[in-house]
């Protein structure tokens, strides 16, 4: 299976703030990297797929890039409905796996 | 817009079997998307456990193939999932969800999910 490592687990920002997070994967993954947002008792919304593209109603603050092994989601400015925990998922190959997650937290 | 609702018992006893249904609303299970369970134990990450299409073609996760059956039912409009020999490590929220592309190329990431339901393993 491919293993995907986000880091870090838990990230404090504060409104406004530019946040980057980080997503690798065990062995090459192409462009085949999907991010989601998850809220506490809410299903995973799917934010980015393919590394960089942007699903249809999601916010432009949001953005995606990397390919091969590391791969970023950066939100430009934070926005208080932001707060959640974030997921990639790779789909280069079966079983599709997901990274084990990172919360960002109001600072 | 399509929509997913879970459905099924919320606690199961161990060594049984836990059956989930998912019903598709707003769209055709017959149309070209893929259909998925995933799990999430509490407080933990993300787990895939397979996915169907309304040929009944299947995929599974191989850490669970051995347990699960994953059906889909086109008059009703739904899909279901099974898992055999549950213990205390399956206790979940299941989602549903749709893989939007089907078996095209670059499937893999799903775009429309149910609320999900806990089912705990418990006597």
């Known amino acids: 299976d491919i293993q995907m490592t986000q880091s870090p687990s838990t990230l404090s920002a504060s409104v406004g703030d530019r946040v980057t997070i980080t997503c690798r994967a065990s062995?090459?993954?192409?462009?085949?990297l999907a991010w989601y947002q998850q809220k506490p008792g809410k299903a995973p919304k799917l934010l980015i797929y393919k590394a960089s593209s942007l699903e249809s109603g999601v916010p432009s603050r949001f953005s995606g890039s990397g390919s091969g092994t590391e791969f970023t989601l950066t939100i430009s400015s934070l926005q208080p409905d932001d707060f959640a925990t974030y997921y990639c998922q790779q789909y280069k190959s079966y079983p599709w796996t997901f990274g084990q997650g990172t919360k960002v937290e109001i600072k | 817009q399509v929509q997913l609702q879970e459905s099924g018992p919320g606690l199961v006893k161990p060594s049984g079997t836990l059956s989930l249904t998912c019903a598709v609303s707003?769209?055709?299970?017959?149309?070209?998307?893929?259909w998925i369970w995933v799990r999430q134990p509490p407080g933990r990450g993300l787990e895939w456990i397979g996915e169907i299409y309304h040929s009944g073609s299947t995929n599974y996760n191989p850490s669970l193939k051995s347990r699960v059956t994953i059906s889909v039912d086109k008059s009703k409009n739904q899909f279901s999932l099974k898992l055999s020999s549950v213990t205390a490590a399956d206790t979940a929220v299941y989602y549903c969800?749709?893989?939007?592309?089907?078996?095209?190329?670059?499937?893999?990431?799903?775009?429309?999910w149910g609320q999900g339901t806990l089912v705990t393993v418990s006597s």
């Open positions: 062995q090459s993954i192409s462009s085949w």
């Open positions: 969800a749709r893989d939007r592309l089907g078996y095209s190329y670059g499937r893999g990431y799903f775009d429309s």
């Open positions: 707003g769209g055709s299970i017959s149309s070209s998307n893929l």
